[in-house]
């Protein structure tokens, strides 16, 4: 069994650690994925937000140096004119040309190569702002604005290289476009193409200053984000360390259970565990009518290890069932020494978990303990716990009979606790029940407590007997014999005890 238990464990553990490991990549790169895109977000907007500024400087010192030549429109274009002209672009940083247009061509100009070019074909549409060769350069791009004044027309290049650069220079991975009349500039360049082209249809609007132009990004598209992330060394190396991380936590939870299993079944298997013996009262005659055997586990190395931790692994693991046939080995050693004179019909209560209950090897165990007990002169009395829901299935009714016809007696324990519930106490008949000890604790001096009473009606009405669990003090001792209890349970006769104590506490109490 332990075999087989070391290959479901390690199976289950690799499985359990893979799961997890598979599921902390998923939730970690999903939220890689989404703050890489929130972060993208921010960083396009303000890229998109700087690019506004600039073109809305550009269009201020237009605005401005169409100002400084406002005065020279009208001007015969001699040297004094053309000098003041060519003086302008050097006060604004990004300005190429300034130009006085007069009958579709340039009369004067910043720049000596422009005059009287003949510029019909750029400024016949009536745009205000477009971008374009340069007039004489063609070499050069330039976005240009236009000021019509009463006296003539202005139109003032700025070199878009620099535009350019802002556009080409984006951390965010994603592409700007600037439309100026029909022409979109990207990082890719200038092209004719407008953004309401199909070629564009990724692209979203960005809300702008100026109806001048149109600026747009790049919708992010899950594919190219994922790439991005794949790409990144450092998120990849950060998913995997988390899952590795969580896969390793999980693996080393596992293995602290398993440890604990290897340690218990060893425990077992070596006899470490001990059955304590706590006495039970009979409340009518106040001699110790029995005991409940309860193990105890003195680790060497871990110390007292609560049956509340142990427990629950054995039940979960099938151990139980060594321990409880390990508990009774050591009862029968305990009992066959000759050292106590039990008087006849001793109970002896011992805990039966459901895990063990259900064990299609139970009726085994049964038949095999009944007549070792009944030869001691003992009655065995199965406490079931409510820990756990019992299935009342048919089966399980024939098994609660089957330990009936072998002289074993029932109690229902914990009562009030867990899954218990009237359909048990109604369907299986235990021949007791023992009352929760948070029920007893609510005993006072003073005030009532009406539930107590009511199970021990509810259980004399059905011909059932009551133990009280954890009774600690006199009154409470009181209080339960006053209503009609039949047995008590606690730390006020005594702790549960090892076989030696129990047997000097045997002789205590009977020449008390
Ligand atoms: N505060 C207080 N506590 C009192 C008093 N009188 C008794 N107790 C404690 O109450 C518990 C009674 O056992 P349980 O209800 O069957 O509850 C048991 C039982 O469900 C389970 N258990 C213990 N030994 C075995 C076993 O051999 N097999 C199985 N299946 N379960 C066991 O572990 C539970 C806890 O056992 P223990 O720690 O030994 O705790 C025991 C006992 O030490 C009292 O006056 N005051």
New binding site residues.
Partial sequence: MYQQYLLRTKKNRVVASGITFVLTFIVTAAIALVSMQNNNQKNIEREAHHLQNILDSFINDAHSATQHAAGLIGKVCDFTVEKELNMIPGRYMHIYSINIVNNKHISCSSLLANKHADVQHIISSGEKIWMSQAVSSPDIEVISFKTSLPQGDVFVASDIRYLLDVLRSSTSGRQLALEVSGKTLTAAGLSATPLSSPHFSGYTLYPANSSLYTLAWEQPQPGKAVNAMARSWISISFILAMSLIMASVVWLLATRRHSLYTQLANAIRLHQIHPHY?PLICAHTNIISGA????RWNHEELGFV???VF?PVAERTAL?ID??ES?LEQVVDDLQQGVIALAPGFNLNL???YSHLADDAFDAFVDNWAPVFAALGVTLVF?I?E?ENIDISEAMTRKITHIKTRGIKIAL??FGTGFSNLAFISNLRPDSIKID?MFVRQISLDVATPLIDCVIDMAKRMNILTTA????YDYQVEYLKANQIDCL????FS??LAFGDFATFLRHYAAR
Avoid: C, F, M
């Fill in positions: 706590q409940e055997i309860l193990a609560p049956p509340d427990i139980i321990l409880t508990l805990n039966i978990s406490e716990t820990r324990d914990d000890r669990e954890g009774v600690e349970q606690g730390y006020y702790k549960p």
